[in-house]
């Protein structure tokens, strides 16, 4: 069974980056399409981009300026940088696994981040 | 991108009923890529569908796809206490993949 754990700070000052890791078990990484998601709180959820096992990157060009998404296959896990956060990045962010066009059949259980002072 | 607009916004029955959702589309969605998720309160959202009919693996068959174009519908045949979640649709066909806003299924 595929699992999925996201990791990193819950806690953000504004102007500052988000990091993140997903670790991935149960299953390799050298496969499938890698993808962050958020949602901020009470709200609706927001694809952020992926990371192919081949290394290839797909942004949302909403965020393509600040995003950064890379993979370390010998750890078997992705990892999601958000630079230049404000408050509007406050969100719980998800990772997932993409098959097939990109749907997510996987899903970590998600890690909020506050952007505050 | 493509806009998906979900409707209703809240959609209120009783155990044993059935649901209709729409899932509504501002372009076409390309080779029917459309998927459906729920998503209970603290949880991350579960796929459901795929394909815009193709239930995901374990998923009960009540949870049923269907349509192409720029309309899509997700139908519960009986409602199951567990089936109260908020319900969103996403296309996969045009970058950058879009869900809808949701669509709750709350206890009348």
């Known amino acids: 069974q595929v699992q999925l754990r996201e990791s990193g700070p819950g806690l953000v000052k504004p102007s500052e980056t988000l990091s993140l890791t997903c670790i991935v078990s149960?299953?390799?990484?050298?496969?499938?399409?890698w993808s962050w998601i958020r949602q901020p709180p009470g709200k609706g959820l927001e694809w952020i981009g992926y990371?192919?096992?081949?290394?290839?990157?797909n942004y949302n060009p909403s965020l393509k300026s600040r995003v950064t998404i890379s993979l370390d296959t010998s750890k078997n896990q992705f990892a999601l940088k958000l630079s230049s956060v404000t408050a509007a990045d406050t969100a719980v962010y998800y990772c997932?696994?993409?098959?097939?066009?990109?749907?997510?059949?996987?899903w970590g259980q998600g890690t909020l981040v506050t952007v505050s002072s | 991108e493509i806009v998906l607009t979900q409707s209703p916004g809240t959609l209120s029955l009783s155990p044993g009923e059935r649901a209709t959702l729409s899932c509504r589309a501002s372009?076409?969605?390309?080779?029917?890529?459309l998927a459906w998720y729920q998503q209970k309160l603290g949880q991350a959202p579960r796929l459901l569908i795929y394909?815009?009919?193709s239930r995901a693996t374990g998923i009960p068959d009540r949870f049923s796809g269907s349509g192409s174009g720029t309309d899509f519908t997700l139908t519960i045949s009986r409602l199951e206490p567990e089936d109260f979640a908020v319900y969103y649709c996403q296309q996969y066909g045009s970058s950058p993949t879009t869900f809808g806003q949701g669509t709750k299924v709350e206890i009348k």
């Open positions: 394909g815009a009919s």
């Open positions: 149960g299953g390799s990484i050298r496969s499938y399409y």
């Open positions: 997932a696994r993409g098959l097939g066009g990109l749907f997510f059949d996987y």
């Open positions: 372009q076409s969605v390309s080779s029917t890529y």
């Open positions: 990371i192919s096992y081949s290394g290839s990157t």
